[in-house]
C-alpha cells in the first residue's frame, strides 16, 4: 500500500476523474469519493436536475459545501475525484491548494468530447456545439487545474488501466523525492 496523503483528481469533463480515481483508490488501499455523486446524494437529486431547477450558481454553491464537508471531515486518507468545474471558484482553488496531493488529469479537447459523447448527464454540454463549449471551458480552465496541481498526467493515448499505473508511478516518485529532501 502507498503511504500518500489524500489524493485529489481534476481535470475537464472526460478526463476520466472517476474511472481513474477508483481504479487508483482500489491499487492503494483507500476509500474512494466522487465529488459528484456526494453532490447528489447530498440533495437527494442528480446533477441535471440541481441545474435545472437551481441553475449553475446553485450547484457551485453545492459543490463547494461538499468539498468543505469532505476536506473537514476524517474521511481523511482517500482519493476523492471532483467534477470538471471545481477550480472556477477561488475559495474551492484555496481548498485544493491546502495539504492534498492535487493531480490533474489532461486530456485534449477533442478526447474530452469523444469520451462525453456517448452521455446525456452533464448539462453544460448539451448544448448545439459541444466542441465550442469544451475548448472555451478548457481555455479559461486549464491554467487553473495547472495552477492548483502539484501533478500533471497526460490521458490521451493511454487505456484507463495504463493511465491508472502513470497516476501511481508519478505519486510514488514525487512521494519519494519528498522524503529524500526532507
Ligand atoms: N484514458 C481513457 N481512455 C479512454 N476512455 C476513457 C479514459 N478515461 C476515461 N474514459 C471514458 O471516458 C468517459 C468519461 O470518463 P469519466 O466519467 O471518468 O470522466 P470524468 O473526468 O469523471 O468526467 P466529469 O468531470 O464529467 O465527471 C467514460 O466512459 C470512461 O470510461
Ligand atoms: O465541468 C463542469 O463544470 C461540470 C462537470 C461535471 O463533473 C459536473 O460537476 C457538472 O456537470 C459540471
Ligand atoms: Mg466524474
Same mark, same amino acid.
Given at each position: 500500500?502507498?503511504?500518500?496523503?489524500?489524493?485529489?483528481?481534476?481535470?475537464?469533463?472526460?478526463?476520466?476523474?472517476?474511472?481513474?480515481?477508483? *481504479?487508483?483508490?482500489?491499487?492503494?488501499?483507500?476509500?474512494?469519493?466522487?465529488?459528484?455523486?456526494?453532490?447528489?446524494?447530498?440533495?437527494?437529486?442528480?446533477?441535471?436536475?440541481?441545474?435545472?431547477?437551481?441553475?449553475?450558481?446553485?450547484?457551485?454553491?453545492?459543490?463547494?459545501?461538499?468539498?468543505?464537508?469532505?476536506?473537514?471531515?476524517?474521511?481523511?486518507?482517500?482519493?476523492?475525484?471532483?467534477?470538471?468545474?471545481?477550480?472556477?471558484?477561488?475559495?474551492?482553488?484555496?481548498?485544493?491548494?491546502?495539504?492534498? *496531493?492535487?493531480?490533474?488529469?489532461?486530456?485534449?479537447?477533442?478526447?474530452?468530447?469523444?469520451?462525453?459523447?456517448?452521455?446525456?448527464?452533464?448539462?453544460?454540454?448539451?448544448?448545439?456545439?459541444?466542441?465550442?463549449?469544451?475548448?472555451?471551458?478548457?481555455?479559461?480552465?486549464?491554467?487553473?487545474?495547472?495552477?492548483?496541481?502539484?501533478?500533471?498526467?497526460?490521458?490521451?493515448?493511454?487505456?484507463?488501466?495504463?493511465?491508472?499505473?502513470?497516476?501511481?508511478?508519478?505519486?510514488?516518485?514525487?512521494?519519494?523525492?519528498?522524503?529524500? *529532501?526532507?
Amino acid at each position: 500500500m502507498i503511504k500518500a496523503p489524500n489524493i485529489i483528481l481534476v481535470g475537464p469533463m472526460g478526463a476520466g476523474k472517476t474511472t481513474i480515481g477508483r *481504479l487508483i483508490s482500489q491499487s492503494m488501499g483507500k476509500e474512494f469519493y466522487d465529488l459528484d455523486k456526494v453532490i447528489e446524494d447530498n440533495a437527494g437529486a442528480d446533477i441535471p436536475w440541481i441545474f435545472e431547477r437551481e441553475g449553475e450558481d446553485g450547484f457551485r454553491k453545492r459543490e463547494t459545501q461538499a468539498l468543505e464537508s469532505m476536506i473537514q471531515s476524517d474521511a481523511g486518507d482517500c482519493v476523492i475525484a471532483t467534477g470538471g468545474g471545481i477550480v472556477m471558484r477561488k475559495e474551492n482553488r484555496d481548498i485544493l491548494r491546502e495539504g492534498a *496531493l492535487v493531480i490533474y488529469l489532461y486530456a485534449s479537447v477533442s478526447q474530452q468530447l469523444y469520451r462525453t459523447s456517448k452521455s446525456s448527464h452533464r448539462p453544460l454540454l448539451q448544448t448545439g456545439d459541444p466542441k465550442a463549449t469544451l475548448t472555451k471551458l478548457f481555455e479559461v480552465r486549464d491554467p487553473l487545474y495547472r495552477d492548483v496541481a502539484t501533478l500533471v498526467v497526460e490521458t490521451d493515448a493511454r487505456h484507463p488501466r495504463s493511465v491508472a499505473n502513470k497516476v501511481l508511478s508519478t505519486i510514488k516518485r514525487h512521494l519519494s523525492m519528498e522524503t529524500s *529532501l526532507s
